[in-house]
């Protein structure tokens, strides 16, 4: 090899010893899971009051709630006159304990009765009397707030 004059730069020569490069994926699964915690926190859960067997009744004076209630109870009566409540259908008398072991949990959170609401969706084709069946039931535990939900007809 000649030797270059002094006047000129030596070539550099620059080797990769890099085979492949890893990415550190830490701060993304991070961000990942806080997004989907942010998300669960926000949901709307009025959707998992409901259930797809009730078709409520069409109401006239039907309105929107003007705010949520703090302790909901949501009982869904079927047209057979079953009770849905907690994702398990209930007869009438069988709906007793469960409701029993509702109300002394809340009791040992100190939650007074009076700020459940229990909140009956019944079924458009249920009778008026297994309403009040439910009724009497809720008012026999020591309840005392309820709501009907029916759909508002449309215009």
């Known amino acids: 090899m000649k030797p270059l004059p002094h006047n000129q ?7 990769s010893t890099l085979k492949s490069i890893q990415w550190d994926m830490t701060s993304m699964i991070d961000v990942v899971f806080l997004l989907i915690v942010f998300f669960t926190l926000v ?7 409901q259930n797809e067997r009730i078709k409520l009744p069409i109401s006239e004076l ?3 709630p003007e705010m949520q209630p703090t302790e ?4 869904h009566i079927l047209a057979d006159g079953n009770i849905i409540y907690n994702g398990m ?17 809340l009791r040992h959170l100190n939650v007074p ?10 079924d458009a084709m249920s009778g008026s009397g297994q ?22 007809k449309e215009e």
């Open 9 to 15: 730069p030596s070539p550099i020569v620059i080797r």
């Open 43 to 49: 949901i709307n859960f009025a959707a998992a009051d």
């Open 62 to 64: 039907a309105q929107p």
């Open 72 to 75: 909901p109870l949501v009982l």
């Open 89 to 105: 259908e209930y007869t009438l008398h069988g709906l007793h304990d469960p409701l029993d072991h509702r109300l002394r949990f």
């Open 113 to 122: 009765l009076e700020t459940v609401t229990v909140i009956i969706r019944a």
């Open 131 to 152: 309403v009040l069946d439910v009724l009497e039931l809720c008012q026999s535990t020591g309840l005392t707030r309820f709501v009907l939900r029916t759909k508002q």
